[in-house]
């Protein structure tokens, strides 16, 4: 009899372990877990149905939120005002963007045209910034089709001008 309680309480101990190094969580709950690698610690958390998302070129943290994108402005002799975008660029709908001026002078975004037209449109101008800043950020707008927007220097005109290419 002692032995058939002994097994009897070794079972419920090994359930009642197994239960717990497995976090198994209630309905509506969440659970997180964690590793140890050689190059840092990851953890995720995961809630009614959703995950997270691993940062390109983390060393294993993982973050959630939009993505992000930087755009390069810069002094360019050959160009007609002496300085250029980078383009033209391609993002996912959502990437927040900004422009990274490493020119000698100050720029700011205007919004032309985009195509298709169906397409919402840019929104806002982004706001002059300064030489050796970033501008505002500027979030994509969300598109069922690959949408090009087409934009130009405020302070240097027309011919200063890039492309964004925003998919869904």
Sequence with gaps: ??????????????LAVGYGMFGCGGEGGSS?????????????????GTTGATTAGSTGTTT???ATASIATINNSS????FSFQSP????????VTW???????????????????????GADVAIFNAGSMSAVWTAP??????????HCTVHG????GQIIVTP
């Design 1 to 14: 009899m002692k032995l058939n309680v002994t097994l009897a309480v070794t079972s419920v101990l090994v």
């Design 32 to 48: 997180t877990s964690s590793t140890q690698g050689t190059t840092g610690s990851t953890t995720g958390t995961t809630t009614a």
């Design 64 to 66: 959630s939120g939009p």
């Design 79 to 82: 160009a007609p005002m002496g």
């Design 89 to 96: 660029v391609t993002v996912a709908s959502g990437t927040q």
């Design 100 to 122: 990274n001026n490493t020119s000698a002078a100050p720029h700011g975004i205007t919004w032309d045209t985009w195509t298709p037209s169906a397409q919402p449109a840019p």
């Design 142 to 151: 969300t598109v069922t089709a690959s949408t090009t927007y087409n934009y």
């Design 158 to 161: 027309a011919t200063m001008n």
